[in-house]
């Protein structure tokens, strides 16, 4: 089960408050804003500032 499009539309990034979208390999939750990515554990977003990795 993948994460709904209804989530994916209020989810944002609990750092910087900027929208959040899903990473190619469907495996995290990218801010474009901050380049933070935050995981996705078992269908469910871990959305964690200190479980986030920053990517260029």
Do not use: F, Q
């Amino acid at each position: 089960m993948a994460i709904s499009k209804e989530l994916l539309d209020i989810l944002v990034c609990p750092a910087c408050k900027e929208p959040v979208h899903l990473t190619p390999g469907g495996d995290g939750l990218k801010c474009e804003a901050c380049k933070r990515v935050y995981p996705i554990r078992d269908d469910i977003p871990v959305m964690l500032v200190d479980e986030a990795k920053i990517e260029d």
